[in-house]
């Protein structure tokens, strides 16, 4: 047998994704990968406040009833993409479950880093009857990496193409890219060239999520179809307040979140920028956005000729329209979906992906990504 299924809950807290997914073989390079079904399941309002407070401020007594209310709905998740699949638990070999981020802080100079994602695993195992790995950031954390991103080692070994440089945009909460040297590269190459590099570029979509609910009142939650922000200019100044921050001009391996680009800078920013049109605000955000995707592809050593978009910004078409302005006309900017992934399934598959690769004892390299000292076993299995 050879499914497992991932679970995952992004910076943009929209709700639980699970990916059924047929990864067969016992090498690291499965024999081939298949998506089999996938399914969002979204948070409704109260929680998603819920999970937001969590990242920004909550204490220790919600945030721990808020990790055993996740594990619950991280098990339904996956119940119901086995259902809807045709499965049963019997069918899988495991669950891997990124869980929720609520807090990430990046290594800095000799300062360690450290990370915490919520979604407690042993209600997931004890629910489905399925052995769960999870936890799969700390162990890169304690190796002296960012933890993230890790959905790059998905990239790697399943999206690489033979003879060209390939980028994997995501665009959730938080951005990230990969880039792919012809056939996936080596991450002990000498040559800088030869090496797969992965890192997260900034803020996704989190401040101009952010920035619609809080103009909007709490009536929106996003900018739909990029529709508001088409409908304005970028301003520069207040772009240049955010491409100032230093985060930018560090160089990999890096990583951010919603402690730096979330609702807390967003609403500030906005207060000092009340005078501007809405519009103008969101289309800045936008560029935002569009820019910092750009600079991490000008400040890598090889030269992308492809950039895929995935995650829930990829369905925003004025960002994406953004996006191909800023990278130039060289590049072939397209969604995930023309190499026949679902971009909204890839970070769940590539949990699927890591709870394999635990249950082989494949040591996983993610040196390339996080900076981790080098190949380690990642997650915490709770076994049934």
């Known amino acids: 047998m050879s499914l497992y299924l991932g679970l995952m809950s992004g910076t943009s807290l929209d709700g639980v994704d699970a990916a059924l997914v047929s990864l067969p073989g016992q090498r690291e390079r499965p024999q081939s990968a ?4 996938f399914l969002t399941v979204p948070y409704g309002t109260d929680f998603r406040q819920r ?13 721990c009833a808020l990790d055993f209310e996740l594990g619950r709905r991280f098990a339904d998740a996956a119940s119901r993409v086995l259902e809807e699949a045709g499965g049963d638990t019997e069918s899988l070999q495991a669950v891997g479950s990124h869980g929720q981020t609520v807090w990430h802080a990046p290594p800095e100079g000799d300062e360690p880093g450290a990370t915490l994602q919520i979604g407690e695993p042993a209600v997931v195992a004890e629910e489905l009857g399925v052995s769960v790995v999870a936890d799969f950031r700390v162990r890169d954390v304690a190796a002296g990496g960012h933890g993230a991103p890790l959905t790059p080692y998905f990239d790697r070994l399943l999206l690489s193409d033979p003879d060209r440089v390939r980028a994997v945009q995501n665009l959730g909460g938080m951005g ?6 012809p056939g996936g590269g080596s991450p002990g190459s000498p040559a800088a060239a030869s090496r797969p590099l992965a890192f997260d570029t900034g803020p996704g979509v989190a401040l101009l999520d952010a920035a619609v609910e809080i103009l909007s009142g709490g009536s929106e939650r996003m900018d739909v179809g990029g529709r508001r922000a088409a409908r304005g200019a970028p301003l520069e100044e207040p772009l240049r307040e955010w491409l100032e921050d230093p985060f930018f001009a560090e160089e990999p391996p890096k990583s951010t979140g919603r402690e730096r680009f979330g609702r807390e800078g967003a609403r500030r920013w906005l207060e000092r920028h009340a005078e501007e049109r ?4 969101l289309a800045t955000l936008t560029e ?8 991490a592809l000008e400040g890598a050593p090889m030269a992308a000729e492809e950039l895929y978009l995935c995650g829930g910004g990829a369905e925003n078409p004025e ?7 800023a990278v130039g006309e060289d590049v072939a900017v397209r969604r995930l979906e023309a190499l026949g992934w679902n971009g909204e399934a890839r970070e769940a598959a590539a ?6 690769q635990h249950l082989l004892g494949i040591q996983v390299d993610l040196s390339w990504a996080t900076g981790a ?4 076993r990642l997650g915490k299995r709770v076994p049934v």
Do not use: K, M
């Open 34 to 37: 298949e998506l089999v079904h």
């Open 51 to 63: 999970l937001a407070r969590a990242v920004e401020e909550a204490g220790p007594g919600e945030i």
């Open 278 to 281: 809405p519009e103008d605000l």
């Open 373 to 376: 000292a080098g190949p380690r």
């Open 319 to 325: 960002l994406a329209r953004r996006i191909g302005a």
């Open 351 to 356: 949990f699927a992906l890591l709870a394999r």
């Open 288 to 295: 935002l956005t569009a820019r910092s995707v750009a600079l």
């Open 176 to 181: 990230n890219v990969t880039l792919l040297p």
